[in-house]
């Protein structure tokens, strides 16, 4: 695809759901970054997958939040038993490779997670 | 680890005066400072970056410095237009080797340019 695609772009659960973030990153781009913006907040490092290597998982905030890559293209984001912390714009980027100064991040516009 | 401070939260200018977004970092080992823009809706877009081997880069009306030794960089945006209201974010990297872990953000700057 033109970019880094990511659905659904907006979604509303209830406390003590389950919830499913999808990305879809560039062709061919071997790295792929998950991130959470909360409000008036930067961009919080969740989990990180570089190829068919273990993912990088120290950002992920508790044993709530998973992530997967599957065939190293498409990556789900679970949530289990969302809370109302949990609210935030979820952000998925993918670059060509893992060396941050010499591979460009693009991102996608986001998924709205809001926790009623 | 790395803490990446960002000033100031919002930033109200003129339309054809110049902006100044500063930053500070914590760890000397980062060596990598890129600088992103959100527009509303939009994920953030990689606009500028500089490694801690150069003093100074520019693209066109984009300018960043770096002071390694006070460790802070700053992002100027000159002759500024309505296009470039957003939100900009700093970021820091402990390392060029790979792992998501080496970049930092700021907490972003609102830009509003005044017509």
């Known amino acids: 695809g033109a970019g880094v695609s990511q659905s659904p772009s907006n979604k509303v659960t209830e406390k003590g759901k389950d919830v499913e973030l999808r990305c879809d990153p560039i062709s061919g781009h071997t790295a792929l970054y998950w991130y959470r913006q909360s409000l008036g907040q930067g961009l919080e490092f969740l989990i990180y997958?570089?190829?068919?290597?273990?993912?990088?998982k120290s950002g992920l905030p508790s044993d709530r939040f998973s992530a997967e890559r599957t065939g190293g293209s498409v990556s789900t984001l679970t949530i289990q038993r969302t809370q109302q912390e949990d609210s935030a714009v979820y952000l998925c980027a993918s670059s060509t490779g893992p060396v941050l100064a010499k591979n460009i991040q693009y991102f996608g516009a986001g998924t709205r997670l809001s926790v009623l | 680890g790395e803490n990446v401070e960002q000033h100031p939260s919002t930033l109200s200018v003129q339309e054809g005066d110049s902006a100044v977004i500063k930053c500070t970092y914590s760890d000397s080992a980062s060596n990598y400072f890129p600088w992103y823009k959100q527009e509303l809706g939009k994920g953030p877009q990689l606009i500028i970056d500089i490694r801690s081997n150069v003093g100074e880069k520019k693209d066109q009306r984009i300018a960043v410095t770096l002071n390694k030794t006070a460790k802070h960089f700053s992002l100027h945006i000159t002759e500024t237009q309505p296009e470039d209201s957003a939100v900009y974010f700093c970021a820091a990297s402990l390392r060029t080797g790979g792992g998501a872990d080496g970049l930092t953000f700021g907490k972003g700057t609102h830009l509003i340019i005044q017509p």
């Open positions: 997958f570089q190829g068919n290597s273990a993912p990088d």
